[in-house]
């Protein structure tokens, strides 16, 4: 009789997933745009068509998170709700209207010896990405790495798992149908940890992996992946109300900055005064803000000026809030505000609101932050809003992509040479 | 009676050191051309007039070295020879007379709400430098690290670091001269393993770690590195002979890629030869490899075509000899060609010598190589050949640069915003 098969284990069956995305990169970077828009609209169809079966799948998830005592907002960001569902079909128009990166050559040069010399732009090869638990993550990010020419590995949370594969299903046979190969996307089909530290030791396979999600598992990914990863850990957002500025602009700013989408990562956590500015500023924005829902931790210059504010603990300056929370502090001049975005930042966005033209070109030139603006609220910090088309995540590495990242972040270029014979001597 | 004080280990000797260079660095990144400058032309300055000393500290590694028992090519890497001093200081000359990429402004933009966005270009902040025994690479990193605005460690050979230190100590005094911060280029002064272990969890202060060296070190430095790492494990570079091409022409580009240095990491290893040209290519070919001392290890089909060539072994296609041998595989066409580099290759540099359109294209398009060359040398895959007027290493990574390193792959860009009081609806 013969023995029953052995079950491969995660770290094989994932090795042999990665395996295959490989071979697909290699199909996939050989693509034209034409493939790979109709692959987009074709997925696009085929979520509209599914859509009923779509969320049947989604409800047996929905369904044993709430027996595992999940949050609301938990089982919310689980849902694959028709407004969710339409969203992912606008995304993915939307991407497919965008320009195809792959393939435009930069800056070509001829040699003194008559050699050619450019830099063509490729796809990466495959791309892991790491997120939690939005079921439609699985759909925004293949449309980005699939239309960068790229082959995607993706690995959501285990409570979303039927939905990711259901999806992952739809974007296989899209594939498919359009002549691109299947395994361009693959779901991880398991859930436990073991699956994704089997994945981040891949680095022969896998050129990148993006983590999207909490500082905890952003944490554990760059500590174990061989690869790159490219991420950011959190936003702790300042701005800087300087001297003489214009007060209502700075508080618009403010209030937008904190209160248009607090739990997002280029939301204000830090609202940072010039002492001259703080007695006549402070109190009406103090109100504006509180009226709006408004918590202030306050440092002792500025809870003297602010009715209700708290006094701001140390643990406050580094804190990402995520919610109604802005911690507020005085400074003496523009280098103290500097000195505390060096200390408490986390290279992420930060604003000054001036009318100064050497203040602002100093605080452009010496803040070290992915995006950094001068009149404009820290909220702008995304790809869509900074003209990329679209946005995969935002980076605060500073190696190859420091920012949002959109389709060309998703590339590389390797040079390319035209020669007649030359050799070197 | 106080108790003896404790000498702080090598972990905090390095944290203390790291913790200087992210200060340091934040001082660079304001530095301006002419300063640079200055710095670069008064360390070559230093260094001639201190070639006597440094020579005597130098023949101290050097007698260590020999009493070690290390062989006359590892002695001829480690000596600071009058050449060699000459070279250090043509490259500082050189160097400073490089344009300086930091703080020029990319593809600034205008949004549909008024805002300019556009990409300026910044060092990327401290990079940890790890090398092996040549002295001369300390001032050679340096001086591109430098220049770039960053702040760079250096952790050489311990056989060399008597040389080093003192190689450092004139790259801080000049620094110093020259109102820039000596801790801008620091040498690690410890020569356990444990100090680069701690160094590369350091990802709080590195930004970057370069590895230069053998396999064996990139391959630790990577696995234990939490920061990112550019590097290449080694250069396994092809040369496709095409059917139909230039004979003399493939020749030529064979012998000089194999045999003007055979040594580094753009030499040639495998030649592929179209079936069609094999007969009248390889016997004279192999002639001309044989009288330069080249051993050729060859596939069925070639050996019966070469004249003493010696079977090649399955562990011949992944070789990188480093040296004067050479694999040879007949293949039936192009696609068994790609799919022979696909397999073999180490994407670092791969040529095809052909007349025909259609396949040089096709050859640059497919090969997934950090430099792709249509009838020229591989040799030419070097930072100053290909007009990046230095180099610091070859990345074989996608990621941020793949290819040849130059001054502006020693720097990112951020984004800056200019607004006026826009929000975000």
């Given at each position: 009789m013969p023995a029953p098969e052995m079950s491969p284990g995660p770290a094989a069956e994932v090795e042999r997933l990665a395996a295959r995305a490989a071979g697909a990169a290699r199909l996939m970077a050989g693509a034209g745009r034409r493939e790979k828009d109709a692959f987009l609209l074709d997925l696009a169809g085929r979520i509209a068509a599914g859509a009923d079966e779509l969320k049947k799948t989604n409800s047996k998830d929905i369904e044993r998170a709430r027996l595992d005592g999940r949050p609301p907002a938990f089982l919310d960001r689980l849902t694959l709700s028709d407004k969710v569902l339409s969203a992912m079909i606008q995304g993915l128009e939307d991407v497919a209207a965008l320009e195809d990166p792959v393939g435009s050559m930069e800056g070509m040069t001829v040699r003194p010896n008559g050699l050619k010399v450019g830099r063509v732009r490729i796809p990466l090869g495959v791309i892991g990405f790491i997120y939690e638990s939005r079921p439609n993550v699985t759909v925004d990010a293949a449309a980005l790495c699939l239309k960068a020419g790229n082959a995607v590995i993706l690995k959501g949370g285990s409570e979303a798992l039927e939905s990711n594969l259901a999806l992952g299903r739809l974007i296989s046979q899209s594939l498919g149908r359009t002549g691109?190969?299947?395994?361009a996307a693959q779901v991880v089909p398991l859930a436990d940890r073991a699956a994704v530290r089997a994945l981040l030791k891949l680095d022969r396979y896998l050129d990148l992996v993006i983590p999207r999600g909490g500082e905890a598992l952003i944490r554990s990914v760059t500590e174990t992946a061989r690869m790159p990863v490219l991420k950011h850990y959190k936003g702790v957002c300042h701005l800087f109300v300087d001297q003489g500025c214009d007060h209502d602009m700075a508080r618009s700013l403010a209030l937008n900055a904190k209160v248009q989408r607090p739990g997002v990562c280029n939301a204000l956590e830090t609202l940072l005064v010039h002492r001259a500015e703080a007695e006549t500023f402070l109190p009406p924005a103090a109100r504006e803000l509180s009226k709006a829902g408004v918590e202030l931790r306050c440092c002792p210059a500025s809870l003297a000026l602010i009715e209700g504010g708290l006094p701001a603990k140390e643990e406050d300056w580094p804190a990402e809030y995520l919610d109604l929370i802005l911690s507020v502090r005085v400074v003496d001049d523009l280098d103290q505000a500097l000195d505390h975005i060096a200390a408490?930042?986390?290279?992420?966005t930060e604003a000054i609101c001036t009318k100064d033209y050497a203040r602002a070109e100093r605080f452009l030139r010496e803040v070290d932050a992915s995006v950094v603006l001068v009149n404009a609220s820290t909220r702008f910090n995304d790809g869509g809003q900074l003209g990329l088309g679209a946005e995969i995540g935002i980076s605060t590495?500073?190696?190859?992509?420091?920012g949002p990242m959109g389709l060309k972040e998703l590339t590389t270029t390797k040079f390319v040479v035209y020669g007649q014979g030359q050799v070197r001597d």
């Open positions: 691109l190969p299947e395994a408490y930042g986390s290279h992420h590495d500073k190696l190859h992509a420091y």
